[in-house]
């Protein structure tokens, strides 16, 4: 987002405020000063409503849809070549557009394994296990993602702070059931010369 940068000048320059807050004047009235700066404020008021509606409007209805999808060629010591494909910070609250987009992106790349890194829930209830509540209803759309996504190596998937604040019980099993395995501080051999580490999230994990 670009500064918003405002400069105010005076309107008159026969207008001046002199010693003790008191306007001396040449045909300059105090209430035609207050209707100008007035007029200068709700320029201003409405600029900045204007730009508050454009952010929010690129916020909910273009950024959220607007897929990248970026290629990294990495060196490594492995026999044959393998494709990774790495997904984040979904937030996904079910199959919808945005939804459906990744999973052609990830169909058209046909990676070897699929990486989730975090961040794939919307929200939940945050005192949920402690109080012995069902799982939040979010967990539920997640899984709707996650069991359509298909790799030879598998889908794995490591904690983002929103799974760690947001929890579900039984989380693993709550993957399991998607088809995911979930990497919490370990690693895993998916093939002869390839490990995956996955670890929790470094601010909000153990």
Known sequence: MRPLVVTWRSTSSRAILGSGGRWHHSGVTASAVRRVALRQADRVALAILVLAGLTAFYATVIEPYWLEVSRHEVPAAVRTRLTVAQVSDLHTGGVGRRERAVLEALERERPDLIVITGDSVVDGDLFAPKLGLPDDPSYGKVAEVLRRMRAPLGVWAVRGNWENVR???????????AGVRLLVNESVQVRDDFWLVGLDDADSGG
């Open 167 to 177: 929890h579900t019980r039984d989380e693993r099993a709550f993957y399991a059931a």
